[in-house]
């Protein structure tokens, strides 16, 4: 199993050189699915975030012919089979459940990360890993689908809590802490985890 869980991406030299160790071939020969879905937010850009991810793999040597981008909401959700890289996008983790859920997607991401894939989940895309997506108690992002089952994949056994930089978020997150019995890996803008198997580390 190889995730990278991070709050902005590959925001750093650092976060940059982890993702480039994690690479099995040349990046040019690396094939990878971008996925997320839109958070709901008026005003948002949707398809420039999503074109900014692609330049972010594009930086690391991937071959932008070789990125495949998929939203959600969409019809006809594509094979995991023939990609080396799910790079999962920020937004709202409850979203995210939703929609990956409707598509029948939970057994084809579990497939293709116990395939060792890398997964490389950015915010909303890192808290679903965890145990539980439910932390609207500190988030910005609020429930507004309904999502009933907030169970997440449970690949690691802590919440991911992105984007603490400011006070407000972070004090919100040390207030969700004191009140749950999962633990929590507060990160900033400029933090990811990286897992390995059974082990982690913050980088």
């Known amino acids: 199993m190889r995730l990278l869980l991070t709050s902005s991406g590959l925001s750093t030299e650092t976060l940059e050189k ?18 997320g879905v839109h958070p709901g937010i008026e005003g948002f850009d949707f398809d420039a975030y999503i074109d900014r991810n692609v330049q972010m793999l ?42 990956i859920r409707k598509q029948g997607l939970v057994p084809e991401i579990r497939k293709f990360i116990e395939n060792n894939g890398l997964y490389s989940g950015r915010s909303a895309g890192a808290i679903i890993m965890g145990p539980d997506v439910d932390i609207e108690h500190w988030s910005n992002t609020p429930n507004d689908v309904g999502l009933e089952d907030t169970t997440g994949f449970g690949y690691v056994d802590f919440i991911t809590a992105p984007h603490v930089d400011s006070t407000l978020n972070g004090k919100k997150a040390i207030e969700f802490h004191k009140n749950t019995g999962y633990k929590m890996i507060y990160l900033t803008n400029k933090q990811g985890i990286l897992v390995v198997d059974d082990m982690y580390k913050i980088i």
Not at 18 to 35: C, D, G, R, V, Y
Request: proline share 7%.
């Open 58 to 99: 594009v930086k690391q040597g991937l071959l932008e012919k070789n990125i495949e981008c998929y939203k959600l909401d969409d019809d006809n959700p594509p094979s995991l089979n023939n990609i080396d890289i799910l790079w999962m996008l920020g937004g709202s983790e409850y979203r995210h459940m939703k929609w």
């Open 18 to 35: 982890t993702f480039q160790s994690l690479l099995t071939k040349p990046p040019e020969e690396n094939k990878a699915l971008i996925m």
